[in-house]
C-alpha cells in the first residue's frame, strides 16, 4: 500500500466513478476508473515535508486529489477534474464535499472552451497520425474527442456540464467500433469546433470562476480542520 495511502483511506471527503461508466459509454469490460478528493490535516502542512497533492491507489484505476489542488485544477477548468466532479456516479461524499458539489457552478466559466477544446486538440493529433500511419484512427480515441467537444459545447450552451452523453451513446458507440468512416468523423469534429465557438459568444457563463468564492471554502475547511487538532 502506498505510504500516503491513509489519506485516502481516512480523510476521502468526496469520491465518485468517472471515465466510461460516468459518460454512459461502458460496454463489457470496461474498467471502473475511480476518482476522490481527501482533505489533508491541516497540522500536515506545517511540517517542512507537505502532504502529497495526489495519491494513486490504493486500489487498482483509483487516483485521489488533496482538496487545495483539486479546487486549483477546477478553477483552471480541466476537463479532467471537472467531469469528475460533475460524475452522476457519487460513491461517497462527507459533509465537506457536499459542500464541495455545491461550489460546482463557481468554477464554471468561459475558460471552458479554451481548455476543452485544446485538450480534445491535443487528441485530435492522435489519430490523424494514426491515419496516416495506419490507414486508420485508434476509433476510441475518436469516440471520446468527439465527446469532449460535444461537452464544450453543451456546457457553453446551457450553463452547466452534463456528463452522461444520454442519446448520444449509440452513434457515439458506433464510432468506438469503427463503423463511421473517417472522414465523416473530421466532418462532425469540424462542426462541434464551430458550434463551440458559437456558443462562446452567446454563453452566461462568467469570464472567470468565482476564485474568491472557492478560497473562502478552502480558508474555512482548513481552519476547521485545525480546529480539530487535539
Not at 467531469?83 to 460513491?91: I, T
Not at 462527507?94 to 479554451?114: C, N, P, Q, V
Not at 485544446?118 to 468527439?146: C, I, Q, S, T
Not at 456540464?161 to 469534429?189: I, Q, Y
Request: charged share 30%; aromatic share 8%; hydrophobic share 40%.
Amino acid at each position: 500500500m502506498h505510504s500516503a495511502a491513509y489519506l485516502v483511506r481516512d480523510h476521502t471527503v468526496y469520491a465518485c466513478v468517472t471515465g466510461s461508466r460516468a459518460f454512459g459509454l461502458a460496454t463489457e469490460g470496461s474498467d471502473t476508473d475511480r476518482r476522490g478528493v481527501f482533505l489533508a490535516p491541516t497540522p500536515l502542512f506545517w511540517r517542512f515535508e507537505k502532504p502529497p497533492a495526489h495519491v494513486e491507489g490504493p486500489a487498482e484505476e483509483q487516483f485521489s486529489w488533496e482538496l487545495e489542488r483539486f479546487c486549483e485544477l477546477a478553477l483552471r477548468a480541466n476537463p479532467n477534474i471537472l467531469e469528475c466532479l460533475h460524475s452522476p456516479l457519487v460513491e461517497y461524499a462527507d459533509d465537506t464535499g457536499r459542500e464541495l458539489l455545491a461550489l460546482r457552478g463557481a468554477f464554471l466559466s468561459r475558460r471552458i472552451h479554451e481548455t476543452f477544446t485544446r485538450y480534445a486538440y491535443g487528441r485530435r493529433r492522435r489519430p490523424e497520425a494514426d491515419v496516416r500511419v495506419h490507414g486508420a484512427p485508434r476509433w476510441k480515441h475518436a469516440m471520446h474527442l468527439l465527446r469532449l467537444l460535444a461537452s464544450a459545447r453543451d456546457v457553453l450552451r446551457t450553463g452547466e456540464l452534463t456528463v452522461d452523453v444520454g442519446k448520444r451513446r449509440e452513434p457515439l458507440l458506433a464510432v468506438k467500433r469503427g463503423e463511421v468512416p473517417w472522414s465523416e468523423v473530421e466532418a462532425r469534429m469540424t462542426r462541434l469546433e464551430r458550434e463551440a465557438g458559437e456558443a462562446l459568444r452567446r454563453t452566461t457563463l462568467p469570464a472567470q470562476p468565482d476564485r474568491r468564492r472557492v478560497e473562502d471554502f478552502l480558508v474555512g475547511v482548513r481552519r476547521a480542520s485545525a480546529l480539530r487538532t487535539p
